[in-house]
């Protein structure tokens, strides 16, 4: 099987999305809202090799503004994929040894279905009238693009904050396809708290003249202002307090008095603006409105008569959970929520909370700890599986 | 003296803004950034009445969004003023004994000057050219209303949050003035993440094209957008994770199931609209940027050579810090290196942190044990003062 091949591709667009296949002509995605998705296309990106029974695949899922470029250069950025510390020879998720594989999901902006692409069935770009995904439809078009590769079983699924919620929805809505599951600095549902800061990204964006009702593509504006108000305000809760001093304290940017102005005294002021504008760059707005809207939807024990526990009955899953004790989006409380639910169907989880002081973003940082506790959990439940080193 | 006359105002002005006075017309006050201001005119409310020896002044300092109709109807939003539950015959500031009086901040839009008002030397609005102020300007215009007043001491200033900062810089600048002090939920530096919180909030505003760089009172336009995202993002800030959690949850808002479309789905989502909306009509958007600016510029050790004990050295005021469990915008240990601050200078100083879940906003709030608390620090200093019940 050679997964680079993409005949009607041409190299600008393989560079750019990785592989690209169409899925769902014949048997198309009804998505959570009712909607039918169909042909859609979805773009991966995979590391290292298949082994001969296919048993060594590690599924590794994207987090809101991630996408499939783990490791190596990015081709839209130019800098190291978002888990170049974590996947790659030698490495925790070690390429030597597992074949990783990392699909753009439902509802982004890199190549999969979504609202900056065009529906294969009308040739349109869809805009606005992209269908509103969930978390599950994310995971179902991954299973989809497991089955057109040939792919039943999975070593592991794994990925950190809206990464860990497809994780928890893979293992609850295939826990047959998964040997191992790791739902990093995630919680089963969001709360209230997390919904407030997306909807005040969405509010910044649509009324944002340039939104221009989701259509501004076809008129080749963006809404420049409103995606980096979004973007600014969604990273300071990516960072803690602790490390937001640490790094910047009230130091003064390229100065040496305040200027009694409204320019950027502060150099975290200046740190914000610059994440604003760069992150305008690379992502689409839409893409931030739907995949916000996914993951403020996400409730796994609603979707099981509001009881988490059943949405993991009769696992045979291993777990692990992992937590940041500086995580204040996604705090440690919410993974141990989970932990009690699938201690109580009896499952195999081991939980590790990880002290460090920067805050949700620690599963994207150099945190050894992190690094030593995922490595170690791979090793095992690889061993266990079978595969050797 | 009838603090009520002020022969040049209407009628509707006098209602708005309260009792109106200009100063500095003689003796302008010349700001932290250099520039000088004056004639300028400062409003104020008060509250019960000035006794014969005029030991009975409080002064409350309002907070960010906040202002001097403290108690009673406020004239343009309707609703109670916002410490209602605390000034008044018989609550803990007591206006059968206490004479409480509250002036707009300087940069503030209720009649001080600040940029939705006149220059006063030239009749024309101040809009972006009113300079930028510091949290020390402030309370050396409040100093200027009451040496104007013929109040020469204070038996206490109080204040939550900004206000808080202006309390502990009346102690720092004006000691002699003050027999009490008490600071609520503050700190004497503004932390990295709040500015980067103001940050991302004043560049809402400023991107907003209806902002037409600040002259926008000029063209009867408003940067209603930026300024409601604004405040739907401080919004979050004032509560805490738990409250929001049992207020909202993820309770759907009028409706039975999910919408799979951008609507508000979640209560918290509407309400948070609400907010935003509701603020846009009783503030000012040039002011949330003067008044931001100046709390991001706040550190009190900083003006003292980097030592805060420093600020407060040879004070004789009595002071009461009080802080909240669930504040993360102000949190308890901010008040606490006050608290060592003050130690070190072996001042006279109480510290009272209040168990509750309902965030930084507690000090608006019905929070029985705060009030207990603030009733009983200001009922021993009253006595101590020789104010009689």
């Known amino acids: 099987m050679d997964l680079r091949s993409n005949a009607t591709l041409d190299a600008q667009t393989i560079k750019r999305f990785g592989t690209v296949v169409e899925l769902g002509e014949h048997t198309p995605l009804t998505l959570d809202s009712g909607a039918v998705l169909g042909p859609f296309h979805v773009a991966f990106q995979s590391y290292g090799e298949l082994n001969a029974d296919r048993s060594n695949v590690v599924l590794v899922c994207h987090a809101l503004t991630g996408d499939q470029h783990i490791s190596g250069k990015h081709p839209v950025t130019g800098v190291k994929g978002w888990w170049d510390m974590i996947v790659g020879p030698g490495k925790p998720l070690d390429t030597d040894r597992f074949f990783v594989i990392c699909s753009n999901v439902l509802g982004g902006c890199m190549g999969t279905a979504g609202p900056n692409q065009i529906d294969l069935r009308t040739g349109n770009l869809y805009g606005p009238d992209f269908p509103v995904v969930t978390i599950g439809d994310m995971v179902r078009a991954q299973a989809m693009l497991l089955d057109h590769l040939g792919i039943e079983k999975l070593f592991c699924v794994i990925g950190g904050s809206m990464g860990g919620m497809q994780v928890l929805e893979w293992a609850s809505t295939y826990p047959e396809r998964l040997f191992a599951a790791v739902p990093i600095a995630c919680a089963s549902r969001h709360s209230a708290q997390n919904i407030a800061f997306h909807e005040v990204g969405r509010q910044a964006i649509i009324t944002d003249p340039d939104w221009k009702q989701g259509n501004y593509l076809q008129t080749s504006t963006i ?160 061993a266990h599986h079978g595969l050797n080193n």
């Not at 689409?284 to 403020?296: E, F």
Request: charged residues 20%; aromatic residues 14%; negative net charge.
């Open 223 to 382: 809404p420049r202002q409103g995606l980096a108000v979004a973007r600014m305000m969604a990273h300071i809760t990516y960072l803690s307090e602790a490390a937001l001093g640490r790094k910047f304290g009230r130091n003064l940017q390229d100065r040496f008095a305040l200027t009694y102005g409204f320019e950027a005294d502060f150099q975290v002021e200046s740190y914000l603006r610059h994440q604003g504008q760069s992150f305008v760059e690379r992502f689409d707005a839409n893409s931030y409105l739907y995949i916000t809207k996914a993951m403020d939807y996400f409730d796994l024990a609603a979707d099981h008569n509001g009881d988490l526990a059943s949405a993991f009955s009769g696992t045979t899953t291993r777990f692990c959970l992992i937590s940041f004790t500086s995580d204040w989006l996604f705090p440690t409380a919410e993974s141990r929520e989970i932990v009690h639910a699938l201690n109580a169907v009896a499952a195999n989880v081991s939980f590790v909370e990880i002290e460090t002081d920067t805050g949700h973003d620690a599963f994207l940082l150099d945190v050894p700890e992190f690094h030593a506790a995922l490595k170690g959990f791979l090793n095992g439940a690889a």
